[in-house]
């Protein structure tokens, strides 16, 4: 008994030490990695359920560094500035035909597989035939059995393919486009001997192209490391820049509250989504925490898409734009941004964020029209000056006024303006269309009927968007609408989001996603075939946002045929996002806002708002300009 | 004959417990207004940020409904899965997984369930009675209200409360536990056990306390109970000690119903610790479940369900079958 004792309190010693040097001391990692040769990151997804499912072809192999270290794109985008870059590629695509369906590829030579093979096109070839032969059963290769009619191996360095319609956006659709790209190239040295095994191969672990190869990782699905390949140059993005850390480990740090612990701990060094009030308490805790933006608003703003209510304008009384404009008139913005979101966002009154790369495209452009536009009887509805009247309700509510932006930066910070609060007004364009309020307060139908209001939102599972829908939902009871705000898990938010029986008013973010001028790879969902009877139960493939404007199906399908770098392609976009703002056909809200608190006890340089040489986001491929820029701090 | 009756009686009751369960557990995700096409689809939409075109949705919606046996009506459908499930004890692949077997997802989550959970349950069971057997025998002594107590202190606090708490003192302000542990990997050695044991310590105590507060109370009242049947009464005039009558007459007696709770809380186990594997980090079938429930993965789900479904039932079961050993009343009915 005493030496069963002794055996107890040795483990719990050991352990406890192994824990505690590690970090207290910070000379090792968990993993047994020097932890000042380590990043280590939260992972997005949390923990993983099948982390020995790394074949690209399936679709799982994105996260845990997937995408950002071990992949490799013929084009890459750099998230700073919105422009592709070739990354394998040995430059920009060369056009064979006019019709421009037609290319012609070559990949830089010199580029090795982590296990020292050359990558030609022979590898190529073989990812296109291999998604091909079974684009039955591989369950991610759709976006290029339906993209590519044709392609052929010229020599080991070029190949052409042809693909079904003109394209004019080729290196966004067979490379990156903002965060991912949907196909992903395999070694055929490794995959053509498994036959048709390749559709259920597992590739733990993988042969990759990046500058990292995975050393080791959980098969409980916590965590994945990352090691850098002793002839990294050689590697997909070898020519971008020194990788810093040998190490990068992914691991899933738990809870909210696990992670702020751990986080002040300086047990990892960039966290994802945190919550403001979780950041607040690290931060008061540990002076090495930093939000993105050192002022309000501290987080980052500069995600790709945008969150709206989407409105199923082909279902009564919705497909009325007085309907429509009254709900966006109701809602007030400002009080709902600073209820749910602490006054930490970026309004965005067309239907993409306002970043400073969409800015300059969209919202300069379309600024005078919107100050311009009228509805009703000639009301104007746009308020230019809605983030100058934050800022004064942000002081009023007691935020330090040397924490607020001044002059230009508060339109940079909190958005170029947005609709104005005006139930009156609401009340006069329901009138018009023969809705008013019955004896209970709540606008009734014409014929009197009740009038509820389905507004789906995320659950827990998006916990903003859940803050953000109740919020909504509550100031537009106050104007007098009867809303039912029903929160869903996310398989079913889907097929509310797909189905038009099901679908009423959902807040939403797929059909907003714009980064930079190529508008064709999100808005391209706006298609007649696309449109399904507002009765059906036929899940849509696209347009969630149900935009039925025959004007806007229009310049999407003009546009469609257009180089991206024609100024009309660019004026067809400005006017989409007019005419969709203009018929209140989605009511945008606000940039996504995401957390990416980092620490700096180990490694600085990370990218900030005052220093934006890329996107933060340790899931986006774009990271790897983040491990070539960080700086090791020099601490053990 | 008797006997073999009675368990020719309980097995067909199995049986049927079984087959009525397989058929609720085919109908009931089916239930839920989730399509698991249309929720693998928005994951790989969400990847590809929207460069994945309608064209390519509509060939993946075709296939994976293909895939996933979603085609034919639900009759076909329930054949198929009865024949999948009895016959070959396939579950087929996870949907929000494809291609990962359901079989496999299971079977490395469900060793780290059940080495936690089992032992955990098992130790509360055996304090708490222990304890509560103590403190219903004295009750009328200060010492067992102080026992009593202890129950009434822990039994009432939010499983989620407890947990933080003692993570919040064990592993951060006292840091003796990791605050998120690194399970080790690859070949087993005696210090990669010793260091799952560590790491498993601290969700385990969390577990322990838990489940000690209601066997405490449970057993308390069936000993103070016990302690008054006139047999007991007998013993103490018989001159029988009080070490014998509280184990041989209070707490046999006493024992039957806190085993039927043991044999159900050991069948709940394979439902998983959500909220432990959540809060302390650790590997376990519960977050495979969940993710099952909110994506409308079917196959997971049945997998899941069907071995809770047979835990519980077989639990039932195997207490049926040794009651008569345990109870003589039984066995002489």
Known sequence: MARLGRSFVATLLLGSLMTTTAFAQGAMSDVGTPRSETLIVQTFDGRSANPTAQNPLNSYAIWRGFRELGWGYLWEMDTATGESYPEMADGFPEVLNEENTQFRIK??????????????????????????????????????????KSYKKIDDLTFEVETVNPSFDLTTRLGVYTWGTPFNWVPKHIFEPLGDEVVSFQNAPPVTLGPYKVKEFDPNGFWQLWELREDWEKSSWGNLGTPKPKYILYKDFGTEETRALAFVQNQYDIDSFMSPD??????????????????????????????????????????MEEVR?????????????????????????????????????????????????????????FDAEFSNTLVESLKTQGIDPALLPTGEAIQEGFGAGWWKHDPAEAEKLLASVGIEKGADGFYAMPDGSPWVIEFVIPGDWNKVLQRLGFSIADSWRQAGFNVNARQVDNGEYTTVQNTNARNELQINWSNTCVYNSNWLGNWNQFRESNIKPADSNDPLSGNYARITDPEVLALVDEGSRLPLDDPKFVENGQKIAMEIAQDMQIINLMNIPTTIPTNSTYWTNYPKQDNFYAAPYTWWSSFKKTVVSIEPTGQQ | ?????????????????????????????????????????????????????????????????????????????????????????????????????????????LPWTLGLLLTATFIAWVLGNMVGLVAGYFHKKRAASILEFLGILLYPIPYYILAITLLLLLAYIFPVFPLSPTFPVGQMTPEKLGMIFYNSLLPGITLVLAGFGWNILSMKALAVATTEEPYVTYARLKGASNWTRMMRYVFRNALLPQVTALALSLGMVFNGALLTEMIFSYP???????????????????????????AVATAGLVIDLIYPLLDPRIRHK
């Open chain 1, 325 to 381: 404009w009254a709900l966006a008139l109701s809602l007030n913005l400002s009080q709902v941004g600073i209820s749910a979101m602490s006054g930490q966002f970026k309004a965005a009154a067309l239907p993409l964020p306002d970043t400073p790369i969409t800015n300059s495209i969209f919202y300069e452009a379309n600024l005078q029209a919107l100050k311009d536009l009228t509805i009703g009887d000639g009301y104007k509805p």
């Open chain 1, 278 to 319: 979780s950041i607040d308490a690290a931060k008061a805790r540990n002076p090495a925490i930093e939000t993105f933006s050192a002022t309000f608003p501290y987080h980052d703003m500069n995600d790709a898409c945008s969150y709206g209510v989407y409105i199923n304008q082909q279902r009564a009384p919705y497909d």
């Open chain 1, 107 to 148: 990949i830089r030579p010199g580029i090795t597989w982590s296990d020292g093979q050359p990558f030609t096109t022979d590898d190529i070839i073989y990812s296109l035939d291999t998604a091909f032969k079974y684009r039955e059963q591989l369950t991610n290769v759709a976006s290029v059995t339906v993209y590519l």
């Open chain 2, 284 to 310: 376990g079938i519960g977050l495979i479940m969940r993710t099952a429930a909110t994506g409308g993965d079917y196959n997971v789900l049945y997998g899941a369900i069907t071995l809770s479904i047979i």
């Open chain 2, 1 to 109: 004959m008797g006997v073999l009756r009675y368990v020719a009686k309980r097995i067909g009751l199995y049986l049927a417990v079984l087959f009525i369960g397989l058929t609720i557990t085919f109908m009931l995700p089916r239930l839920m207004p989730i399509n698991p096409v249309d929720g693998y689809i928005g994951q790989l939409q969400s990847r590809a940020n929207g460069t994945l075109t309608s064209e390519a949705i509509a060939e993946m919606r075709t296939n994976l409904e293909q895939l996933y046996g979603l085609n034919g009506n639900v009759f076909t459908q329930y054949v198929s899965y009865l024949k999948r499930v009895v016959v070959d004890f396939d579950f087929g692949p996870s949907f929000t997984y494809y291609p990962q077997p359901v079989s496999a997802m299971i079977l490395n989550a």
